[in-house]
């Protein structure tokens, strides 16, 4: 099985790039023992802001190509969203407004886990609602979200993994339903 994990935001220090990491690991250690692991991260895919005259002038950037194709060559999503006022980050957006262009489709029905994380009470659960709303448009296949904050209480930074036994539950759940109907590892 081919995991890919990323933070949607494009900070180096991503508590949610760690986050999908960590998630990500669980799943290769414990649930689909052996599988493949690729990160992605989001600084690797940046773009002009998208608008429909620099897609007719220039065409759709390489970048949006190789974004498209990570999710192609993945049997299973694991992805974090970072919540900006709210919503997705700006550097998260301008990949997939690009990347749509290539094909709606964008998550292309992969068997997906979708997570979100912050210094807040709620986790960035407001992003990740909308994420998990749109996904069905977008081609997704969400199998299970979980928000996790306040980061500094449910993340041990230490061990660099979940420290809530009720998300801890929660993520092996969530990752046991990536599992189903996807290939054999
Ligand atoms: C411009 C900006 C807006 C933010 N808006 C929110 C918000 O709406 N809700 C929230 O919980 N945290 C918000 N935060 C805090 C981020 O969730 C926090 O910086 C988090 O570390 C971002 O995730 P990342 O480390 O993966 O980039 C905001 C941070 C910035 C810089």
Redesign the pocket.
């Known amino acids: 099985m081919h995991i890919l994990a990323f933070?949607?935001?494009?900070?180096t220090?991503?508590?949610?790039?760690?986050?999908a990491r960590h998630a990500s690991q669980v799943m290769a250690t414990e649930i689909a023992k052996g599988a493949e692991i690729h990160v992605l991260d989001l600084n690797e895919f940046e773009m002009p802001i998208y608008s429909p005259e620099r897609e007719e002038a220039h065409g759709i950037p390489g970048a949006a190509h190789a974004f498209h194709a990570a999710i192609q060559k993945a049997d299973v999503l694991i992805i974090?969203y970072?919540?900006?006022?709210?919503?997705y980050?700006a550097a998260f957006k301008n990949i997939l407004d690009w990347t749509s262009r290539i094909n709606v489709n964008v998550w292309q029905d992969k068997p997906a886990l979708f997570m979100s994380?912050?210094?807040?009470e709620?986790?960035?659960?407001?992003?990740l609602a909308t994420a998990a709303e749109a996904a069905p448009y977008l081609g997704g296949d969400v199998r299970a979200h979980l928000a996790v904050?306040p980061?500094q209480e449910k993340f041990n930074e230490t061990t660099e993994s979940l420290s809530d036994p009720e998300l801890i539950e929660k993520l092996r759940d969530g990752l046991k339903l990536l599992t189903s109907e996807t290939l054999p590892a």
């Open positions: 933070g949607a935001s494009n900070s220090t991503s508590i949610n790039a760690r986050l974090s970072a919540e900006h006022n709210g919503s980050t994380a912050s210094g807040g709620w986790g960035g659960g407001t992003v904050g980061w």
